[in-house]
C-alpha cells in the first residue's frame, strides 16, 4: 500500500530530540528549544514573532479568543477546510459565516466576501488549502476597509507565496500546524506568527494558563497549549530542512501534472495560479462530470489496488453540529459541495518516487477505463 503520507524524518530530528530530553525540556516552560524555534520558524514565515502551542487547532483557538467575541459576532472563513477552522469560531461563541470555493484554485472566493460583512462581523480567516495561497491582497484590503481582523490558516501552506511574499505574514497573524502529515511536523504542535508585539505577548500569556504576579493570581481565563521542548527539537530540526521538503512536494505535484495530463477530460487537477506559489501539501483531484465514477468508488477501488487515498473535506455549512446551531443563517456553497462530492487526494509524501507516481497515474486510467 502506498501511503497518503509519511513524514520526511531522519537523523537530525532524532539527536536534536535526545539532546532535548538529556537537557530535561520535557516541559513548555522553561529551556532553550522552543524559543529558538520559534525565532527560526517566524523568521521563515517572514514575521518578527512566533508562539508556538500544542497543536494548529489550539492556535487558531487562541487567535479567535483573543478578539474576545461578543454573543453575535461574526466570523468569515473559507468553507472547504479542516472542522479545526470552524471550531476555533464555534467553541468562542462567535457565528460562523463560511465563504464558498474558487472553481479552479479551491480557495475561499474572495469576490464573495464583501456581501456577507456586516456591523456584527469581526474577522476573516482564509484558508490556503492543499498548499495553494488565497489572493491575499484583495483580502487585506477589504479587511482594512472595514477594520477587521485577518487571521491566516496556513494548517497546510509552509512556504507558500502570493505575489512573492509568504502565507502567514499577511493577516494580523496566522495559525501553522506541525501534524504529522504537515509539511514539516513536531508529531502534534501547531504555532501562531504574527508581526505584533502586543499580540505575540498575549499569546504567550494565554497559553500559559495566564499565569501572572504573583504566580496563582489570574487576571485572565488562559489555556495550556504549551508545546513541549523536545517537540520544539523536532520542529527545530525540520525548519533546517524545510526548503528541501517543499522542493521535493512541488516535484511530486509536478510528475504527478505529467502523467496526469492525458486524463484531463476526467479530473480536474490542482494549479498554480499567477503570482502564486503552491507548496501542494497534498495533491488533489476532481472528478469530471464526464467521469461516471463517483469519488467513494473511486477511493475504494485505488484502496484494493494499493493506493491510498482521503476525501476533500465536508464544506463547513453541511457539518450537522453547526447547521443544527445555525440554521438557515449559512450561505449556500455549491462549488465547495461539488469538491465534496467529487474531489480526493493521492499519496503525496515528499519523497514518493518517479516509478510509484507512475504506478498511481496508471492505477486511475485502468479505473477509469473498466468504468
Known amino acids: 500500500m502506498i501511503p497518503v503520507f509519511e513524514p520526511d524524518l531522519g537523523e537530525e530530528e532524532i539527536e536534536e530530540v535526545v539532546k532535548a530530553l538529556r537537557a530535561g525540556e520535557i516541559s513548555g516552560s522553561f529551556g532553550r528549544y522552543i524559543p529558538d524555534f520559534e525565532n527560526a520558524f517566524s523568521e521563515f514565515v517572514g514575521c518578527k514573532y512566533g ?24 466570523v468569515i472563513i473559507s468553507t472547504s477546510t ?17 465563504i464558498d ?56 501552506s509552509h512556504g507558500a507565496t502570493y505575489k512573492g511574499q ?25 504555532m501562531l506568527t504574527t508581526n505584533d508585539q502586543s499580540l505575540a505577548e498575549k499569546y504567550k500569556y494565554l497559553r500559559n494558563l495566564a499565569f501572572g504576579k504573583p504566580r496563582f493570581f489570574h487576571k485572565k481565563a488562559g489555556f495550556n497549549f504549551r508545546m513541549t521542548g523536545y517537540q520544539a527539537a523536532m520542529g527545530l530540526a525540520q525548519t533546517r530542512k524545510i526548503e528541501t521538503i517543499i522542493k521535493e512536494k512541488r516535484r511530486v505535484a509536478h510528475i504527478y501534472n505529467k502523467q ?13 495560479q499567477k503570482d502564486s506559489y503552491n507548496v501542494y ?19 475504494e477501488s485505488l484502496n484494493n489496488l494499493g493506493v ?33 462530492e467529487r474531489g480526493l487526494y493521492l499519496p503525496s509524501s515528499p519523497k514518493l518516487s518517479e ?15 473498466e468504468k
Not at 168 to 173: A, K, N, T
Not at 260 to 272: T, V
Not at 319 to 331: M, V
Open 355 to 369: 516509478v510509484q507516481i507512475k504506478f498511481i497515474a496508471n492505477t486511475i486510467e485502468k479505473i477509469l477505463k
Open 101 to 156: 470555493s474558487e472553481m479552479d484554485s479551491w480557495n475561499m472566493d474572495v469576490s464573495l466576501v464583501e456581501s456577507h460583512i456586516n456591523e456584527k462581523t469581526k474577522a476573516i480567516i482564509p484558508v490556503h488549502l492543499f498548499g495553494h495561497p488565497v489572493k491575499m491582497d484583495s483580502l487585506t484590503d477589504l479587511a482594512k476597509k472595514y477594520s477587521l481582523t485577518v487571521i491566516e490558516d496556513c494548517a497546510e
Open 281 to 299: 501539501w497534498m495533491y488533489g483531484i476532481v472528478l469530471k462530470d464526464k467521469t461516471k465514477i463517483s469519488k467513494n468508488q473511486m477511493m
Open 82 to 98: 479542516n472542522i479545526a477552522t470552524a471550531l476555533a469560531v464555534y467553541h468562542n461563541g462567535g457565528i460562523i459565516i463560511p
Open 308 to 340: 491510498e487515498s482521503r476525501s476533500f473535506f465536508c464544506p463547513i455549512g453541511q457539518q450537522p453540529f453547526i447547521k443544527e446551531k445555525q440554521g438557515n443563517r449559512l450561505p449556500e456553497t455549491p462549488i465547495a459541495d461539488r469538491l465534496w
Open 166 to 190: 509568504k502565507t502567514g505574514s499577511f493577516g494580523h497573524s496566522a495559525c501553522f500546524s506541525f501534524y504529522a502529515n504537515k509539511i514539516i511536523t513536531t508529531g502534534e504542535g501547531g
Open 260 to 272: 496526469l495530463e492525458s486524463l484531463s477530460d476526467y479530473i480536474q487537477l490542482p494549479i498554480e
Open 51 to 74: 508562539v508556538a502551542v500544542t497543536s494548529g487547532t489550539t492556535a487558531l483557538h487562541l487567535a479567535v479568543a483573543v478578539l474576545e467575541l461578543n454573543p453575535g459576532d461574526e
